[in-house]
């Protein structure tokens, strides 16, 4: 699964949880919590998002992503690290 392939859950995700809160477009560059995403969203989000990809992998290494971009760039690089160990 490619990386804008994981960006494309992530926004499908990010628009499902925050539903009910208005913002601007989603971009790779949109930040969580001006999307209405909390801490509690962020972590549902991540764990959608591994469930789909059948990733388990500890939230704190997801911390580090400021952007939607870098959160999806993550997911590709855990992703491939598994494949590459398999």
């Known amino acids: 699964m490619t990386e804008n392939h994981i960006y494309d859950l992530i926004v499908a ?3 499902d ?3 009910g ?3 601007g477009p989603i971009t790779r560059s949109s ?3 001006p999307l209405g995403m909390d801490s509690i969203g962020r972590a ?3 764990a959608r998002i591994q ?3 059948s990733l ?3 939230a704190y290494e997801f911390h580090q992503a400021n952007d939607l971009g870098e959160l999806a760039a993550i997911f590709a690089s855990k992703l491939a690290e598994r494949q590459k160990s398999a």
Request: cysteine-free; glycine content about 0%; charged content about 20%.
């Open 13 to 15: 995700h990010v628009a």
């Open 17 to 19: 949880i925050s539903s």
């Open 21 to 23: 809160v208005e913002h």
């Open 31 to 33: 930040m969580l919590s």
């Open 44 to 46: 549902e989000l991540i």
């Open 51 to 53: 469930e789909e990809l």
């Open 56 to 58: 388990a992998i500890p």
